[in-house]
């Protein structure tokens, strides 16, 4: 059975700085990308960032391009989202996903998998 637990939210100052982190079981993942995604109330899923297993291609949202960071790593098999100079509408829960094999960013639609998420709260 697929199991994607995220870990390392909190809550944070505006500048500050998160790492969340994906451990992900039950198969392996290395045709398809993972991508961590963000969800306030009253709001569609977005992407946020992904990431191919194969050669660590990476694509991120325009809202976090030079802030955030993601990474895997193979022998744990995690997938981490480092989060830096945070902004108070970074604040949301964060979700880490398997995507469709072959892309590198998608609609929430089209992922595989879930984690249930974890909260992150930026404070200006």
């Known amino acids: ?3 994607l637990v995220e870990s390392g939210g909190g809550s944070v100052q505006a500048g500050g700085s998160l790492r969340l982190s994906c ?24 992407f946020v960032a992904s990431i191919t ?13 030079g ?8 022998a744990k098999n ?7 100079s945070l902004k108070p509408e970074d604040t949301a829960v964060y979700y880490c996903s398997v995507g469709p094999s072959g892309f ?15 909260q992150v709260t930026v404070s200006s």
């Open 1 to 3: 059975q697929v199991q």
């Open 23 to 46: 451990a992900a079981s039950g198969r392996t993942f290395s045709s398809y990308p993972m991508g961590w995604f963000r969800q306030v109330p009253g709001k569609a899923r977005e």
């Open 53 to 65: 297993w194969s050669d660590s291609r990476t694509y991120y949202a325009n809202f976090v391009k």
């Open 67 to 74: 802030r955030f960071t993601i990474s895997t790593d193979i």
């Open 78 to 84: 995690t997938v981490d989202l480092q989060m830096n």
């Open 104 to 118: 590198l960013s998608w609609g929430s639609g089209l992922s595989n998998y879930w984690g249930q998420g974890t």
